[in-house]
């Protein structure tokens, strides 16, 4: 029984340590790699730093027009932006390629895995980008309007059509990506539906007799002013 | 010319055509039933009493009146030159896009004049406001006498108007092209010009009739056609600038975005030409000038106060990417200014506009975004100016007005500076 009991545990103890003898060498591996990846992708990044700097890039997106796509980068920097964004996908690829040092196919399935669901995820990253850019555009539209309508609450009003569409635009995102559908739905909906009619309510009876009595003021102006901008 | 008025009808995309005349008259119209009978009368009595004898003719476009206009043209009779009613001169784009400012299609209706006139051969081409009430022949026959007589290429119009009105002009339109192209034409805004051929020739061959900032304010654009160009100007006193009031007054947010737009727009494209003038030069003016109207004017400065307050509470973030920090800190020491000394310096005004001139070329933001945050700015110059000069003689308004060209062309070196280096704003 002791015998028995004393091969199984050597067995055991044999088993562990081939694992642990097999497993540093690639964890050494994991970490040399990555450590290589973090200095490649360091390097790249301050090489493209200072060749678009060179190219006084950030000044030339600006005159193309271009700098406003880069207003929700916390440098508002279309270099910096650039160059981050390229270290980051050489960390991830290099991460990607230390994982074969454990398991040379799992790499491979988390690549498939990877592919299959990339289009959806740049879908919705797309989405998102289109969407911030879209109720940017919105809602300085709106802001620009209001102010120019002296509406009082101008920001206020520019700040929620942003919003609603920033809402909408995420939850295409989401939906996209697969993530709590039939909750988003419901939260979508309730949300959406909410905002709308709450503003339709603040405009229809709470505001109303401020609306009517800005309008007719407004109106009492116009009818009394005699000047020509013209 | 004719014994009898011709009334002719070109069918939908026939070339209009008129075999011969010196002088033709292209009068403009968008449901001005209540005035159109009259400025025609008052186009052929100008032909037949004072150019009698010179073969001419006269080309009415009408931008798709749905009140008569057409008809009234149509049923009206005279004597005179032969009278060609046009209607299909409209662009697709013009039907889309509605100018706020100005007759819509105004821009096509002055091509098809100035090609109807030039293929006629003319010397001298006037196009002539339909829906103005004051039009008298003694006004419009100053659009194209100093035309034939004295070799003059472009003649703007001068209107006599009270001190307030035009304010868009005084304050942005004519400081702005008189320090930038270096004539005093003082109202480059309106629809009643004149040409000689030269003229024709030049504003026909320019690129600008298709695209959209020149479109919607074909007035302004022409003008600094002319004043860019080498060309004789004079200036022609018209008598008051009174329209049909059956037309709705403007938007005035859109309608300054359509018009500073063109003026910025022109920068960039004459920037050869600007940067090279450094001084103004007058330009005569002719025919019976009597005067400012002094008829008094009701005006809600507290509102426009108001408006550019609440501008500079909700906009200064927009501002700040646009302007640099000193004219940001003088607006907020504005805003916080009560109606009684609320005041806008014309140097800060002059710089405010050249800024955004360079945020516009830069596209530092969307260019309707910007045009669109001058209004409140533009407001709160506008209640200033009508502060200064709420007592003052027309003399008195005039000097304010000299004061404020003279800033504009004084900070020249400014706006050649920061559109040459931008990137050194604030320093």
């Known amino acids: 029984m002791l015998i028995n009991l004393s091969s199984v545990l050597r067995q055991s103890a044999d088993r562990i340590s081939t694992n642990v003898i097999v497993f540093l060498p690639a964890l050494l591996a994991v970490i040399v790699v990555i450590a290589i990846t973090i200095l490649v992708a360091w390097v790249v990044r301050a090489a493209l730093l ?10 030339r997106s600006e005159e193309l027009g271009f700098g406003q796509y880069f207003e929700w980068s916390p440098s508002r920097s279309p270099s910096l932006a650039i160059a981050r964004l390229a270290q980051w996908v050489i960390i991830l690829l290099g991460f990607l390629l230390a994982l074969t040092a454990f398991d040379p196919t799992l790499t491979s399935h988390l690549a498939l895995s990877l592919f299959q669901f990339l289009p959806n995820l740049l879908a919705a990253i797309l989405i998102l980008i289109v969407g911030t850019f879209v109720a940017r555009f919105i809602g300085r539209s709106v802001l620009i309007s209001a102010v120019n ?21 995420g939850a295409m995102a989401l939906e996209h990506v697969g993530i709590g559908r039939a909750i988003l739905e419901l939260a979508f909906g309730i949300l959406f539906g909410g905002i709308v009619l709450a503003m339709a309510l603040a405009v229809g009876l709470g505001s109303k007799e401020m609306v009517s009595r800005s309008w007719e003021r407004s109106q009492r102006e116009d009818n009394k002013e005699e000047f020509h901008h013209f | 010319m004719p014994d009898s008025a011709e009334l002719l009808k070109p069918e939908k995309n026939q070339t209009v055509r008129i075999e011969q005349a010196e002088i033709v008259f292209g009068v403009l119209s968008f449901n001005n039933a ?30 798709g009146s749905s009140d008569g206009t057409v008809e009234i043209v149509r049923e009206s009779s005279g004597d005179g030159p032969p009278l060609l009613v046009v209607h299909e001169f409209l662009r697709h784009a013009d039907r889309v896009a509605v100018p706020y400012h100005g007759l819509p299609g ?28 004051t039009v008298t022949p003694d006004g419009i026959e100053w659009l194209v006498r100093p035309v034939i007589e004295q070799g003059i290429d472009f003649v703007a119009p001068y209107y ?32 009643d010009f004149g040409f000689s051929r030269t003229m024709m020739d030049g504003l026909l061959a320019q690129k600008g ?36 009031s059956h037309e709705a007054a403007p938007e005035l947010s859109t309608a300054l975005s359509q018009i500073t737009g063109s003026v910025f727009s022109e920068m960039d494209a004459r920037v050869q030409v600007w940067q090279r003038m450094r001084t103004s030069e007058r330009v005569p003016l002719l025919g019976s ?15 426009m106060t108001e408006s550019f307050r609440l501008g500079y509470q909700d906009l200064r973030d927009l501002w700040s990417k646009v302007l640099p920090p000193a004219s940001i800190i003088h607006l907020k ?13 014309d140097d800060l005004w002059a710089r405010i506009l050249f800024d955004f001139a360079v945020a516009y070329r830069l596209r530092v933001i969307a260019r309707e975004h910007l045009l669109g945050s001058l209004t409140p700015l533009y407001l709160g110059w506008v209640a200033s100016y009508v502060r200064d000069v709420e007592l003052a003689t027309a003399a008195e308004a005039e000097r304010r007005m000299e004061h404020l060209c003279g800033t504009f062309e004084s900070l020249k070196p400014y706006l050649i500076s920061r559109w040459r280096w931008p990137e050194r704003a604030g320093q």
């Open chain 1, 50 to 59: 200072r060749i678009m700097r060179g190219m006084k890039f950030d000044q």
């Open chain 1, 149 to 169: 309508m002296q509406i009082q609450s101008a920001r206020l009003l520019s700040v929620g059509v942003k919003w609603l569409v920033l809402v909408m635009a």
């Open chain 2, 34 to 63: 209540g005035s159109i009978g009259s400025v025609l009368a008052a186009v052929r009595d100008t032909l037949n009493g004072r150019f009698a004898g010179v073969p001419s003719a006269i080309l009415h476009a009408d931008s």
């Open chain 2, 106 to 133: 105004m821009s096509s209706a002055v091509r098809t004049i100035l090609e109807t006139a030039r293929t006629a051969g003319a010397h001298a081409c006037a196009v002539v406001d339909g829906g103005r009430t």
């Open chain 2, 160 to 191: 006599q108007r009270h001190k307030y009105d035009g304010a868009l002009t005084r304050g942005i339109v004519y400081p702005l092209l008189r320090c930038l192209y270096g004539r005093r034409i003082r109202q480059p805004i309106g629809a």
């Open chain 2, 209 to 244: 009739w298709d695209q959209d900032q020149e479109r919607f304010a074909t007035d302004v654009w022409m003008t600094t056609v002319a004043a860019s160009g080498n060309y004789r100007i004079a200036e022609a006193v018209l008598g008051a600038h009174i329209r049909d």
């Open chain 2, 289 to 303: 000038y009597k005067g400012d109207s002094t008829q008094p004017v009701n005006v809600n400065v507290r509102r």
């Open chain 2, 333 to 345: 020491r504005m805003a916080a200014q009560t109606d009684q000394t609320f005041h806008f310096d």
